[in-house]
């Protein structure tokens, strides 16, 4: 059940409301109050979604209802029904909020992971286009103006300008192929031998493995750390998760939980993932804190992708900044050539 919201709930507000709800019921408020409680209070924007909803909770509908209503992250909305249905609402509320509040913030760091290198990407195109469809043709049109044949310097960097306007061109070429790989051969094996298979390729196969454990720990660590069982947390994660990857491991996993593997041998036999995340498993459910390693071990893959991503940058922006250099030198030699040429003659 959703709700045609105008503004969407951010995942911090999200586990605010409900952590602040949790507390409110501990503190001997019913639901119905306290989440009136928190229209006094709470951010404009979502007050008139938030009556809307209540109408749910007064027509005998369950609190799902009410936060499907409201389109809350529907792993979050699984975690809280648990609690619902086992009596243990408040605690789940608070469990939920702290969990989701964390892991906000694991989203907002790993989205400044990756802007720099885009905004690297684009704003060093943008020099290189500057350069070669602006400046080089001038340049050119000033020498053929005046007579003189273009000097080796400006040769070579038009012969580099050529290159990069080929640049987007092999662009496209490449995602052609990929799309017709994908189309014809890729898209008929399951999202498991996929993965597989991008694991396979030398420059993908580290930060692959680090982001498909990352959000595997992440996910599982939160519903299990909310007193959700290992099967049931499985469960919500095959119905719930927007990640197709993560429904097909986790079906895979359910089934062969039922046929009696361990939860740490079926994670070992799934190379997928980091080598030490079976080790991780093991360690947690013989302390019976798979929760918390799960989540403090995402984490830390967290500030592995930080790290190598920044190992990355440190080799491509000297290079990138290297070529508009060679651009701008050829250009600035270019540029002086005559005028030594023509001081030579005097």
Not at 26 to 45: A, C, D, P, R, V
Not at 81 to 87: F, I, P, T, V
Not at 184 to 197: N, P
Not at 224 to 246: C, E, R, W
Request: aromatic residues 12%.
């Amino acid at each position: 059940m959703r709700s045609n919201l105008k503004s969407r709930w951010s995942c911090r507000d999200q586990a605010r409301f409900l952590q602040e709800l949790g507390d409110l019921l501990e503190n001997g408020f019913t639901l119905y109050e306290g989440i009136e409680f928190s229209l006094i209070h709470g951010k404009k924007k979502y007050r008139e979604e938030i009556k809307d909803a209540l109408e749910l909770l007064k027509d005998g509908h369950t609190f799902r209802d009410f936060l499907e209503w409201l389109d809350f992250e529907q792993e979050l909305v699984g975690l809280v029904s648990y609690g619902e249905k086992h009596g243990q609402l408040s605690k789940s509320l608070q469990n939920g909020g702290e969990i989701w509040l964390k892991k906000s913030e694991d989203r907002a760091k790993l989205k400044n992971l990756l802007y720099y290198p885009v905004f690297l990407l684009v704003f060093t195109f943008t020099l290189l286009q500057v350069f070669t469809n602006y400046l080089l043709p001038k340049f050119s049109s000033m020498y053929q103006g005046a007579g003189q044949e273009s000097n080796i310097f400006l040769k070579l960097s038009v012969l580099l300008a050529t290159l990069v306007n080929y640049l987007p061109f092999f662009i496209i070429v490449l995602l052609t192929m990929h799309l017709f790989i994908y189309h014809y051969y890729l898209k008929k094996l399951s999202k498991i031998k996929q993965e597989l298979l991008m694991n396979k390729i030398p420059f993908l196969r580290s930060f692959r493995k680090l982001s498909t454990t990352y959000y595997f720990s992440m996910q599982l660590g939160s519903l299990l750390k909310g007193g959700i069982s290992i099967i049931d947390a499985l469960t919500i994660m095959s119905q719930q998760d927007p990640k197709s990857l993560v429904k097909e491991i986790t079906h895979h996993m359910i089934k062969s939980l039922q046929e009696g593997d361990s939860l740490e041998s079926i994670s070992g036999n799934l190379t997928i993932f980091m080598n030490d995340f079976e080790r991780v498993i093991s360690h947690g459910q013989k302390n019976s804190l798979l929760g918390e390693e799960l989540l403090y071990y995402s984490r830390y893959l967290l500030n592995e992708m930080e790290m190598q991503t920044e190992k990355y940058i440190k080799v491509v922006q000297p290079l990138m900044f290297g070529l508009v250099a060679i651009l701008v030198i050829l250009l600035y030699l270019a540029i002086l050539m005559p005028m030594i040429s023509l001081m030579n003659t005097i």
